[in-house]
């Protein structure tokens, strides 16, 4: 009998476990029910929610029209260092890589023959000296005895063919005595420029001659510094429209993978020729260089920047979609459905881009989620930012003032 008055007692507390544990379960089918179960398709079930997106909204700005180009840095002056005599090496006085500005003594060559020969043009020069002031001397004595008949005027006439003859070799001399002295002053050898030089080329001890093209070390010159680049002709009349206004046109250099920004300067130089192989005209710009962020024979990118539009509807460049109807964006209206908004796109400077027509400022596009969405949808905004991308409510970031991110830069255009 205990037995069997358990079994009730047993089923009534299975029971109330079990509606213990369904009634959470319960619970939250019906929230879920009330929140989103009622907007439901036309077959009768209930409808997905609605995709989150975030939005950015058009605004008057400025933009800037930029070209990515190619370059390679080059020195304003590369210079070989080489003998201008041959003997030995005698001593090195630079250490590899170093700076080194106009003037510094780099090496020296053995100058003893040097010196020897110097001492005897020297000689010789005085020797002849002495030759010309007898000649002159016996030039003037002749003259007075001719004028008083006492000699041939024929005599006094050679001595003073003769006294030429030892005036030219008293110039002879001096001029073999001046090239001693500048051979022997080529034996101190110093430095043409100012900049870096580079590894030794040649020890001391070696025996260097005129000949060798090797040289001694190459210096190259820092500061300022250049970098060259190709121009496609296309892109040439705007750029000669900025530079015939007397406008100076900025060129920023960027690393080999376009993500760190090296130096700021100028446009300079403009060849004067198109390359017909390729289409393209070369620019030169100079960059002060002063932290030698920039290196000869180094590949950069260069973003040149041609002008400045100011007054632009401008929008983040990531709401711009490319398609069927072209070039568009996903407008949202005011009750937050999506319409496909074709566009002419202008200039673009990441993270902005310009549009000529489409938009009026204040519309609101999609920046992020665009790729589940179609025409009409409804969407639900998780933020919105402003034209510049900075966001205006919680969740989400961007850049402001249309500045680049730290350590990004847009792409380079085909």
């Not at 213990?20 to 398709?41: D, H």
């Not at 001029?175 to 043409?192: D, F, G, Q, R, T």
């Not at 596009?365 to 179609?374: P, R």
Request: aromatic share 6%.
């Amino acid at each position: 009998m205990d037995e069997l008055n358990e079994r009730p007692a047993r089923r009534h507390g299975l029971w109330i476990w079990t509606c213990a544990l369904l009634l959470p379960a319960i619970a939250a089918f019906a929230w879920w029910t009330r929140g989103y179960g009622s907007v439901t398709a036309p077959n009768g079930r209930p409808a997905p929610p609605a995709p989150s997106v975030v939005a950015a909204t058009a605004r008057k700005g400025d933009i800037d029209v930029t070209l990515d180009e190619l370059g390679t840095v080059m020195s304003l002056a590369t210079v070989t260092v080489q003998t201008q005599i041959s003997g030995q090496l005698m001593q090195v006085a630079f250490h590899e890589g170093q700076s080194v500005k106009q003037g510094d003594f780099l090496a020296q060559i053995d100058p003893r023959p040097f010196q020897a020969t110097l001492e005897q043009d020297e000689g010789q020069l005085m020797h002849d000296e002495a030759a010309l002031k007898e000649a002159e001397t016996d030039l003037a004595r002749f003259r007075t005895l001719a004028r008083q008949d006492s000699i041939a005027l024929q005599q006094a006439q050679d001595q003073a063919y003769l006294a030429q003859q030892d005036a030219g070799t008293v110039q002879v001399d001096r001029a073999m005595v001046e090239n001693a002295k500048l051979n022997l002053a080529y034996c101190h050898i110093v430095s043409p420029v100012t900049g870096r030089i580079g590894l030794r080329l040649v020890d001391p001890g070696n025996y260097v001659q005129v000949a060798n093209s090797t040289g001694i070390a190459v210096i190259a010159q820092m500061q300022p510094i250049t970098v060259v680049f190709t121009l496609a002709e296309d892109d040439l009349p705007a750029v000669l429209d900025e530079l015939h206004r007397g406008h100076s046109l900025q060129a920023t250099a960027y690393d080999r993978s376009g993500m760190r920004k090296l130096a700021v300067g100028q446009v300079y130089a403009l060849d004067s020729t198109i390359d017909p192989t390729t289409g393209t005209v070369k620019l030169r710009a100079q960059f002060a260089n002063r932290d030698e962020t920039l290196f000869p024979d180094q590949f950069v990118n260069v973003v040149l920047l041609v002008k400045r539009e100011h007054g632009a509807t401008v929008i983040p460049t990531a709401a711009v979609q490319r398609g069927a109807p072209g070039t568009f964006v996903y407008l949202v209206k005011p009750d937050d459905r999506v319409a496909v908004r074709p566009i002419a796109l202008g200039a673009t400077d990441d993270p902005l881009s310009a549009v000529l027509s489409g938009l009026q400022p204040g519309d609101r596009v999609v920046v992020d989620g665009a790729d589940k969405l179609s025409d009409g949808m409804q969407v639900s905004l998780r933020a919105e930012r402003d034209g510049t991308g900075k966001a205006t409510s919680v969740g989400a970031t961007g850049v402001g003032n249309g500045e680049r991110p730290t350590g990004q830069r847009h792409p380079r255009r085909s």
